[in-house]
């Protein structure tokens, strides 16, 4: 099994910025692809921004420009910087991680005020 552990949620107004941090431990061998998603009220799971593990990005077009996803492979963490942020960013954030398997943390509140 892997445990994946987020932290950095948080409370902020727009504009603002926030950190969100993944650390992924147990059973690892290879993780493939690592990455985020939110989930807002009333709305389904979208992708966020991932990154592969040779640094290959893909974001959803609402948050480019503004969100930026990092890994580091040694420490097996996946990082997402939020700057600009808007209230529609307000959601649950998961991270995700892809090995034998697809791992989720158990999300961690974000929220944005106008």
């Known amino acids: 099994q892997v445990q994946l552990v987020e932290s950095g949620g948080g409370l902020v107004q727009a504009g603002g910025s926030l950190r969100l941090s993944c650390a992924a431990s147990g059973s690892i061998f290879s993780i493939n692809v690592m990455g985020w998603y939110r989930q807002a009220p009333g709305k389904q799971r979208e992708l966020v921004a991932i990154i592969s593990s040779g640094g290959m990005t893909n974001y959803a077009d609402s948050v480019k420009g503004r969100f930026t996803v990092s890994r580091d492979n040694a420490k097996n963490t996946v990082t997402l910087q939020m700057n600009s942020l808007k209230p529609e960013d307000t959601a649950v954030y998961y991270c995700?991680?892809?090995?034998?398997?697809?791992?989720w943390g158990q999300g961690t509140q974000v929220t944005v005020s106008s």
């Open positions: 995700n991680v892809r090995t034998y398997g697809s791992f």
